[in-house]
């Protein structure tokens, strides 16, 4: 299919970010363009990422991942429980192994609580083994809203959503050009093979392209070291615990983050992540890294099997498999702390009508919706 003139919008990226934006753009009344530069939807962070729909404990109060985060995943639950797409509200687990870490996790259940998350509460070590036997720690902190999703289910819901609402998707367009024209934007497009170029015309340009949205931005004209919008790509390796190994959980369990900073940053600790299927998964790590790729490394069982250990005492680095990993599109750097989530219009930064989505590490996949509904509500001036 060619390009062809007059759209309201271009979304760039078919994530859930940008499907999460296009479908509510369409839905209320803009022409929307998605384009996609791979030959699928979701085939970069929304498919490579714990699938955790988080409750919203981690974030400091105010901030864009705490108040998107928890408006995001009641928007959440509501659309997974309406478009039967399959999701399950387990609950969350995060355990202390001593006393030491009990402390932090008071601190951890102010701050979700000041984060307006319902039903925190601790639970001591006899409570916290009678909802998981194979459990050995001092406490935990339980969070009942957390859950699990299917998120690939989840994007193609997306999609079936913006289509149903007029929008179109082109896949192996790749956009390597944005230009401010009058009145509008410029987009240039490259087509898988490469050969081809094509450009068109929009008002308004959706910049949702994860580990690629710094240097849109910078395509667009935008400082980006300036305005502290290059991203830091960190990895995250996950490995299966072998079904013969006939552990089951049926929470997600979480040690207590290393440091408040750290947890501001995103460096949650290796946790156990039941599946809609039943499996169990461990990850993910975090190495900040250069080079995108996707490959995990077996040799590193041990250390996720000594990671576990700590609360899991069964777990024997013989029934880990390497199984997947994804790369966060982070803002904060090795020891940078807290960075928030830019989702933003650009008038100020001298591109009116781009909206720039950067550094959409976790929680994305939970606030998406919420994304979504700020991006367009940006559009309209509503927000800042
Ligand atoms: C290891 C890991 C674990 C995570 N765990 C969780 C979790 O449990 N819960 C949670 O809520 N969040 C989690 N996240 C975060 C979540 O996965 C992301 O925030 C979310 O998927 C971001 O979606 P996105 O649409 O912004 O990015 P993506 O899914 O990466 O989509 C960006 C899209 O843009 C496309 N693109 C890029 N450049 C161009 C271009 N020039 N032209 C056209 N297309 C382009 C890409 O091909 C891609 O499809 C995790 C992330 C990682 C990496």
Redo the contacts with the bound molecule.
């Keep these: 299919m060619g390009l062809s003139p007059g759209f309201d919008a271009v979304v760039?990226?078919?994530?859930?970010?940008?499907?999460?934006a296009a479908s509510e753009l369409a839905r209320t009344g803009r022409s929307v363009l998605i384009?996609?530069?791979?030959a699928g939807?979701?085939?970069?962070?929304?498919?490579?990422?714990?699938?955790?729909?988080?409750a919203g404990l981690y974030y400091p109060p105010g901030s864009l991942k705490a108040d998107l985060?928890c408006r995001?995943r009641e928007l959440l639950y509501a659309w997974l429980e309406a478009r039967g797409v399959p999701h399950r509200k387990l609950g969350k687990l995060v355990v202390a192994s001593d006393e030491a870490e009990l402390t932090k996790l008071e601190a951890l259940i102010a701050r979700g609580q000041a984060n307006g998350v319902p039903g925190l509460r601790m639970l001591g070590a006899r409570d916290t083994q009678i909802r998981e036997p194979a459990l050995a720690v001092a406490g935990a902190l339980y969070s009942p809203e957390s859950g699990?999703l299917d998120?690939a289910r989840f994007?193609l819901s997306l999609l079936a959503e913006a289509e149903a609402q007029g929008a179109t998707l082109l896949l192996n367009?790749?956009?390597?050009g944005l230009a401010r024209g009058s009145g509008g934007w410029q987009v240039v497009?490259r087509t898988a093979g490469g050969e081809d170029e094509e450009s068109l015309a929009c008002e308004v340009v959706i910049n949702?392209?994860?580990?690629?949205?710094d240097?849109?931005a910078q395509?667009a004209g935008i400082d980006i070291d300036a305005r502290g919008y290059r991203q830091r790509p960190?990895?995250?390796n996950?490995f299966a615990l072998q079904a013969s190994a006939g552990l089951r959980l049926s929470h997600l369990v979480y040690p207590v983050p290393p440091s408040p900073s750290e947890a501001e940053a995103g460096g949650l600790g290796i946790h156990a992540?039941p599946d809609l299927n039943g499996g169990l998964r461990f990850?993910?790590d975090a190495h900040y890294t250069e080079k995108i790729d996707f490959g995990v490394d077996p040799a590193a069982a041990g250390r996720f099997a000594s990671a576990v250990r700590r609360y899991l005492p069964e777990v024997r680095e013989d029934q880990l498999v390497a199984d997947f990993?994804?790369?966060?599109?982070k803002l904060a750097g090795p020891g940078e702390g807290f960075r928030d989530f830019v989702v933003q219009e650009e008038t100020d930064a001298g591109a009116p009508g781009l909206i720039n989505?950067i550094g959409?590490?976790?929680?994305?996949?939970?606030?998406?919706l919420a994304?979504g509904e700020r991006v367009a509500a940006l559009l309209q001036g509503r927000v800042r």
């Excluded at 939807?41 to 988080?54: D, F, K, L």
């Design positions: 760039v990226g078919a994530g859930v970010v940008g499907l999460a384009l996609e530069r791979r939807i979701g085939q970069e962070a929304t498919s490579r990422n714990s699938q955790v729909i988080h985060c995001g699990i998120a994007a367009h790749e956009v390597i497009v949702a392209g994860g580990l690629a949205s240097s849109l395509a960190c990895k995250g996950y992540t990850g993910p990993a994804g790369v966060r599109s989505c959409i590490e976790s929680p994305g996949l939970t606030a998406s994304i």
